[in-house]
């Protein structure tokens, strides 16, 4: 796969030429290739920002130079362009799959106050937000996308890993990992993980799934539980846990109205 990146800060981009994503481009299954806007400025002083029409703080990047920037890459074939941007749709591991079956991809990285509207409209076909929360630059947010879509490539992860979101446990939240030693500063790793017992071990990295899960993200844990089939046997796994989470929000109810010192107001 092709990832490249127009910025005016290239340099920001060493991390993903290092670890995993380093290794698949050396391996050449990946390729992420930065591009300066600012050598398609063709403005006198190599400009790629001007101040907005309207008034208002900050500036805003030049169209000229980014459209130039991206028709360039697109000479041969078009290829499919992402502006990172806090108005776009949410990025989600859904989205970054339908991504990676790509070969080749532009992702335009905006500073300051935006993108001149008009190299949006000519050039970009999605906006994607990397989360609701306000960057400097849409770098970062290039840097997280392409993370996260390079990881789905077949090869970039060794092949130990590559069936992992196949598993039982995908839709959920992650079960606990523990290695050696068996005892760390008096707490011990969980038996069943002990024993080399398989079926153990998957029931109770199920459970442990679809406990934190239920507890943190009950809307994940609803979708994980409506959306499948279970066997009899994942199912007992799976009715035990719902028992042991009901379990514990009774008790905590109960020590709710137990409790003397609140005020009327915060009894529900
Ligand atoms: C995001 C985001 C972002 C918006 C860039 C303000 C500088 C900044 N980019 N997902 N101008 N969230 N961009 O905050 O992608």
Known sequence: MNITILTTFPEMFAPLHTSILGRAEKAGILNIREVDIRSYATNKHHNTDDSPFGGGAGMVMLAQPIVDA????QKEKKIHTIYLS???????QKKAEEL??????????GHYE??????????VDEEISIGDYILTGGEL?????????????????????????????????????????????????PPA??????????????????????????????????????????????????????????????????TESEQPDDAV
């Open 193 to 258: 993980l002990l024993n080399g017992n398989h079926r153990e071990i998957a029931a109770w990295q199920l459970s442990e799934s679809l406990y934190i899960t239920l507890k943190r993200r009950p809307e994940m844990a609803k979708a994980y539980l409506s959306g499948r089939k279970f066997s009899r046997s994942v199912k007992r796994v799976v009715d035990a846990t719902l028992a042991r989470v009901r379990e514990e929000q009774k008790v905590q109810e109960d020590v709710h109205v137990q």
């Open 100 to 109: 990676a079956r790509k070969t080749d991809l532009i992702l335009l990285c």
């Open 70 to 73: 991206i028709r360039d890459q």
């Open 114 to 123: 935006g993108v001149d509207q008009r190299a949006i409209d000519l050039c």
């Open 141 to 189: 947010g290039a840097m997280v996308l392409t993370d996260c879509v390079a990881r789905l490539i077949p090869g970039v992860l060794g092949s130990e890993h590559s069936s992992e979101d196949e598993s039982f446990t995908s839709g959920l939240l992650e079960y606990p990992q523990y290695t050696r030693p068996r005892e760390f500063e008096g707490l011990t790793v």
């Open 86 to 92: 806090p108005k776009g749709t949410v990025l989600t």
